[in-house]
């Protein structure tokens, strides 16, 4: 499976990640920082990767009108800053639990048209 980290994502998860072997990128890393939703939804889909966000409000019913409409995505994982806190001192968290999702689902198509949240991988 390929992952789009959105931009409220340190893009230092992103380079871990693929220094471990996977294929993460980050809209930091694509030029894509600001861009709406619905196309970075498209970017994520046309790339073949499911989408990291931590911006379930706009993003939940996005999903919702993508099913209505027929459209297919590769995923939405979506976090809290409840349960996984964005800061400096958590990049590793985020990084062992993208690392536990991915080993979990590491085919290409595994979280299509699913949306998941992320948990702590430690």
Do not use: C
């Not at 992952?3 to 992103?14: H, K, T």
């Not at 030029?31 to 498209?42: F, T, Y």
């Not at 001192?89 to 590491?106: C, H, Q, W, Y």
């Amino acid at each position: 499976m390929k992952l789009l980290l959105d931009e409220q994502y340190s893009p230092d998860i992103a380079a871990h990640l693929r220094a471990e072997g996977y294929d993460v990128t980050s809209v930091h890393d694509l030029g894509l920082v600001g861009i709406a939703d619905r196309p970075l939804l498209e970017a994520a889909a046309g790339a073949q990767r499911a989408l990291v966000t931590n911006n379930v409000r706009d993003f939940a019913p996005l999903a919702g009108a993508w099913a209505a409409e027929g459209r297919d995505h590769n995923g939405l994982i979506f976090t809290s800053d409840r349960r996984l806190p964005r800061a400096r001192n958590t990049i590793g968290l985020f990084v062992d639990a993208l690392k536990v999702l991915l080993d979990a689902e590491p085919s290409a198509g595994g979280l299509k048209n699913q949306v998941r949240w992320l948990v702590s991988g430690r």
